[in-house]
């Protein structure tokens, strides 16, 4: 989406031929076979621990962290596997996404008129927030992680970027849409006006 959304403000002209079907095609090629080579990495690990006390999992869903914790075993390899495989699926992605931005900023900074920043702005503020809220927990959780088993945090962090991050989207991106905007405005000045 970055790389997207680079090609369209950076160069708008070339948007056609740059952003074709073997472009686009090696992005998503590329985004599924690093993830599922670190979802395959993980469980091999996993199967390489032997857990032997309360199994009773204190969390929504089987966090990698949470699992770690329960086992007997020493964790010390798995641990290191969260954190390279971390660092090449999560900080090489955000990586290129900053970088993605950070030339579109360049390029919004060399635009005279206010109204094509703002238009500018818009294309990418829903996608940039998305980004923060989604790489912003995944790092807090994964590479600051806290030293309590069933931390309130960990689990609401989870949540944030599992849950919330694909819920809000759909809403974030069809925003955007005059027609959705339009309808929303005339609810909003609906539940206005029977307030009063």
Not at 177 to 190: E, H, S, T, V, Y
């Amino acid at each position: 989406m970055a790389y997207d959304r680079y090609v369209a403000i950076c160069h708008p002209l070339h948007y056609t031929t740059i952003m074709r079907e073997g472009p686009c095609t090696l992005l998503v090629t590329v985004s599924w076979i690093l993830s599922c080579a670190s979802a395959l990495c993980h469980t091999l690990l996993l199967t390489q621990l032997s857990f032997c006390a309360d199994n009773a999992i204190p969390h929504f869903f089987c966090d990698l962290d949470v699992l770690l914790k329960l086992s007997c075993s020493d964790t010390s390899l798995n641990e290191l596997a969260i954190f390279t495989v971390g660092m090449a699926v999560i900080i090489l992605p955000l990586t290129c996404i900053l970088i993605s931005y950070g030339r579109i900023g360049a390029a919004i900074l060399k635009v005279p008129s206010t109204k094509g920043i703002c238009k500018a702005l818009s294309k990418c503020g829903s996608h940039l927030s998305v980004v923060a809220l989604y790489y912003g927990t995944i790092i807090a959780l994964y590479f600051f992680p806290s030293s309590s088993t069933a931390s309130d945090k960990n689990i609401i962090a989870s949540v944030m970027y599992t849950v919330v991050t694909p819920l809000l989207n759909p809403f974030i991106y069809s925003l955007r849409n005059r027609d959705i905007k339009g309808a929303l405005d005339k609810l909003f000045n609906r539940a206005i006006v029977l307030s009063q």
